[in-house]
């Protein structure tokens, strides 16, 4: 039952914010940085850049730390100066704050589970005012030095709260990271498919549709 979920968690990047800020980083950021460095066109740069992040993949640490990027490519600038280049573009999903504000008012405490690195997430919660929605803040990658393709990520922010898998609710955008993984800890977790292109009783669409699952008639929680 609903009443006795204390925690609800949420993702960060595609599930509380648009990923326009992030690909600008990796996919217009470091590539035309190596394009000006070595001389070479920006889509022959990204191409280049794109091949050696699929090397490394989601599943590994350094897919998501910026000054590892700078360095392999031999970058000339400072992890926080490129992200201030595009900060402009950090946006919440147009439900974002009034589901937060909702839920607040039911007494769920509030936290973030990404595996987004501290200086990002930390800018992205500065400049779309939704940081004091939050009591905790937990990135996977900075804080635990794991990706969330490890159960005791979960584990983790759950002996910190002092609390069971059973008092805790998680979304997010990722299926496996953020919906096979927790559920397998024993966590209510929903899967955020904002594509629309999956269903099911614990697939959501947006975030408004949290709050139907939750409460509304024949929910699944």
């Not at 217009?28 to 022959?44: A, R």
């Not at 490890?150 to 979304?171: D, F, S």
Request: with cysteine; hydrophobic share 40%; glycine share 6%.
């Amino acid at each position: 039952m609903v009443r006795t979920k204390t925690v609800m968690s949420f993702d960060m990047d595609g599930t509380l914010t648009d990923k326009g800020f992030v690909d600008s980083v990796w996919l217009e950021g470091i590539p035309h940085l190596y394009s000006i460095k070595t001389g070479v066109p920006f889509d022959d740069a990204w191409d280049i850049v794109k091949k050696e992040y699929d090397k490394i993949g989601k599943d590994r640490l350094e897919w998501y730390d910026l000054n590892y990027w700078i360095e392999k490519f031999a970058l000339n600038v400072a992890s926080r100066d490129l992200l201030r280049c595009f900060e402009h573009r950090i946006r919440t999903y147009p439900e974002v704050t009034e589901v937060l504000e909702e839920l607040q008012q039911r007494d769920f405490k509030l936290i973030v589970v990404t595996n987004a690195r501290k200086e990002f997430v930390e800018l992205e919660l500065e400049k779309t005012g939704i940081k004091n929605y939050f009591k905790h803040v937990f990135s996977a990658t900075s804080d635990f030095a794991l990706v969330k393709k490890k159960v005791a990520v979960y584990e983790k922010v759950c002996q910190i709260l002092e609390i069971g898998p059973q008092e805790m609710i998680h979304v997010g955008d990722e299926l496996y990271f953020d919906f096979k993984v927790p559920r397998r800890l024993g966590i209510l977790a929903f899967y955020l498919d904002r594509t629309g292109k999956h269903k099911g009783d614990f697939v959501i669409h947006n975030l408004k549709e949290l709050k139907r699952k939750l409460y509304g008639a024949g929910s699944e929680a």
